[in-house]
């Protein structure tokens, strides 16, 4: 399969794409700051060598690929660039969700919108999910979602399914775990504490849909305000997770969860779609790895998952800026890029193709993700929030406060209602707002 999807690769020069100078004596540089590494890099890798071959050569354009660590750090590397020289600022760089609030206010930025590139082939719900007062901020490339990863063949064995909501996951959790002759665990049912990430589906589904700020999660203005405090969504899943980690199986560790996984020591875990490739390689056939939607927190919390990953963001009006960005989402780079990442297609002409077709049935776990996506509400959104980073953390501090130390779920509520609204204030201080 992979070799099929090379070689459609290969055929994209007979695509008609619009670029810059196609002269050789002046060849236009596109600069691309990333954070791909390992089997993620080397795909990515591909791809810049494929369009440097092909498109690329034919129309004047090449790809300059630097790695440049984390996706934090690519964006303290932008910002850094924007405030001391902005000549030195790439043409593109990949970030995810964090860099949106400081993206969406930077003058520096050419949207996805402004860039002219092609969107009408894209995943709505992955437009939707870099949407803006400003237009598109950036365009989506490595989308991915929130799967529930679990040892299939554990589960087969108990005659159990995959849970749909937080309760059925406790009823079965203490079938799924196991304890050696001395009352010691030794294999979990769950391992793990939520982030933003994954409250962003825990919260986000409830009632169809749920925000965590105002503004859309950010999205439509600079936020004001928390919401899921007053609106209940955070108790909520507290009280349904504490139940959970009350059955005695649950682990609280927040490193090296793939790994326990591999081990066999947790029947499950939650971790991103663009993660699969790479937990089905370590695994190597211990046991059959299965796939299925996040469950839910209750039975109304229906609105599903949002999307995941990173985009492409602009920082040059250079024409060949609008060539790499629709070489990258074409549908012969898609493919390539999911089958070899796990990372979700997100180009709509492929869903039909005999090639996607095929790759979905030779790789079902795969096609879970991209079930799960297509059934979601659009309008659930990743959260955009300043002091991101910091505020991920925060979140798990107060779910194993209330599971481990025995903290209150109010005050746990009102512990991060202080701590994000703070972030939204000093935000909205800093900028005159």
Same mark, same amino acid.
């Given at each position: ?59 004047? /354009? ?16 932008? %910002? ?9 600022? *790439? ?18 930025? /050419? @949207? ?11 995943? *709505? ?32 064995? %108990? ?5 749909? @909501? ?5 009823? /079965?959790? *203490?079938?799924? !775990? ?27 589904? #409830? ?13 439509? !203005? ?33 490193? !090296? ?27 190597? !056939? ?85 079930? #799960? ?47 994000? #609204? ?12």
């Amino acid at each position: 399969m992979k070799r099929t999807v090379l070689v459609l690769l290969m055929l994209l020069p007979l695509f008609t794409i619009s670029a810059g100078g196609s002269r050789e004596s002046d060849v236009s540089v596109i600069t691309i700051w990333h954070s791909n590494s390992g089997r993620v890099g080397q795909a990515f890798d591909t791809l810049v060598d494929t369009f440097n071959d092909g498109i690329g050569k034919e129309n004047g /354009i090449r790809i300059e690929a630097i790695y440049q660590g984390a996706a934090n750090d690519v964006l303290t590397k932008v %910002k850094a660039a924007a405030q001391e020289d902005r000549s030195t600022l *790439p043409d593109i760089a990949q970030m995810d969700a964090t860099a949106a609030l400081d993206m969406k206010s930077a003058d520096y930025l /050419i @949207t996805a919108d402004e860039t002219g590139a092609d969107t009408s082939c894209i995943m *709505p719900s992955a437009l939707k999910a870099l949407d803006s007062d400003r237009g598109l901020l950036a365009m989506p490339f490595n989308c991915s979602s929130l799967l529930f990863y679990y040892n299939k063949t554990l589960f087969d064995e %108990k005659g159990l399914e995959a849970p749909r @909501t937080l309760d059925e996951f406790a009823s /079965i959790a *203490p079938e799924l !775990g196991e304890k050696d002759s001395s009352g010691n665990v030794v294999r979990y049912a769950f391992s793990g504490v939520p982030t933003t990430y994954e409250l962003g589906t825990f919260i986000g589904a #409830q009632n169809g849909l749920s925000y965590m700020i105002d503004a859309e999660n950010g999205h439509f !203005g600079v936020p004001e305000k928390v919401l899921f405090g007053e609106e209940g969504t955070f108790r909520n899943f507290l009280e349904h997770w504490k139940a959970l980690y009350d059955t005695g199986y649950v682990s609280n560790i927040t490193s !090296g969860v793939r790994d326990e996984f591999a081990a066999g020591r947790t029947a499950s875990m939650l971790a991103s779609s663009s993660n699969l490739s790479t937990v089905i390689a370590t695994v190597a !056939g211990r046991f059959e790895v299965g796939t299925a939607f996040v469950p839910m927190v209750d039975e109304e919390a229906t609105g599903g998952v949002n999307i995941g990953g990173g985009a492409l963001f602009s920082f040059s009006s250079e024409p060949g800026v609008k060539t790499v960005l629709e070489f990258f989402t074409s549908p012969e780079s898609q493919l390539y890029w999911a089958e070899a990442t796990g990372y979700m297609a997100i180009n709509t002409e492929l869903y039909e193709t005999d090639e996607y077709k095929q790759f979905l049935s030779e790789n079902p776990q795969f096609e879970v993700a991209m079930e #799960q996506t297509l059934s979601s509400n659009p309008e659930v959104v990743g959260i955009w929030l300043p002091s991101a980073y910091q505020i991920y953390y925060s979140f798990q501090s107060e779910i194993r406060a209330v599971t481990e130390s025995g903290k209150s779920i109010d005050d746990a509520v009102s512990a991060m209602e202080s701590i994000v #609204q703070g972030a939204i204030d000093e935000y909205r201080n800093q900028n005159g707002l």
